[in-house]
């Protein structure tokens, strides 16, 4: 059972903004970074962002991400069909000592 | 090229032990801790724990203590996920991550390793 809460899913047209949350408390989100996967179908995780709104190498910055107080957000500007995927947010959850997943949003690119 | 190269897919019966594999190339396995992560078909990503390879320290994910053993022998840049006793409901796909210092989130992970449990 995850201790950060996702929308099932979201969608939108090509060159659309979509926007994902992920709502948690004190012990993850409130206090912690958070970090944002994007899962192709039958593919690997990888890495989207990081600390909150930082992109690794090779991310396009169609990508953002952000972060106020227990919740987190993660936007896709300029939607293109090859974002159609699962997306997660994570954090350390200080209670749990340990990483916790938000329950995936699945995206679709109508 | 950094990597983790998992093991691969295996089919085992309930009650069978069960031992898969994680090999880092690329880069300092001692140095990074690696994480494991289930999920189960059709599912989302669990967190099961890390282990640092360096002086093999471990946390479990309070879901995942005593149902498994993560362990990692740094002379082969090698992390291991076991089960003593299989059960249907481990049936799933198995990733290794190298987790970069830890608010930084997994930055590479392994292709997977699916295990399949049935009678």
């Known amino acids: 059972q995850s201790v950060l809460t996702q929308p099932p899913s979201a969608s939108g047209t090509p060159g659309q903004r979509v926007t994902i949350s992920c709502s948690g408390s004190?012990?993850?989100?409130?206090?912690?970074?958070v970090n944002w996967y994007q899962q192709l179908p039958g593919t690997a995780p990888k890495l989207l962002i990081y600390i909150n709104n930082q992109r690794p190498s090779g991310v396009p910055d169609r990508f953002s991400g952000s972060k106020s107080g227990t919740s987190a957000s993660l936007a896709i500007s300029g939607l293109q069909s090859e974002d159609e995927a699962d997306y997660y947010c994570a954090a350390w959850d200080d209670s749990l000592s340990g990483y916790v997943f938000g329950t995936g949003t699945k995206v679709t690119v109508l | 090229e950094v990597q983790l190269v998992q093991s691969g897919a295996e089919v085992k019966k309930p009650g069978e032990s069960l031992k898969i594999s994680c090999k880092g190339s690329?880069?300092?396995?001692?140095?990074?801790?690696i994480g494991w992560v289930r999920q189960m078909p059709g599912k989302g990503l669990e967190w099961m724990g890390i282990?640092?390879?360096?002086?093999?320290?471990?946390t479990y994910s309070p879901s995942f203590q005593g149902q498994v053993t993560i362990s990692a022998d740094k002379s082969i840049s090698t992390a291991y996920l076991q089960w003593s006793s299989l059960q249907a409901s481990d049936t799933a796909m198995y990733y290794c991550?190298?987790?970069?210092?830890?608010?930084?989130?997994?930055?590479?992970w392994g292709q997977g390793t699916m295990v399949t449990v049935s009678s």
């Open positions: 991550a190298r987790l970069i210092g830890q608010y930084n989130g997994f930055d590479i």
């Open positions: 282990i640092f390879p360096g002086d093999s320290d471990t």
């Open positions: 004190s012990s993850n989100i409130g206090g912690n970074p």
């Open positions: 690329g880069y300092s396995f001692s140095s990074y801790w």
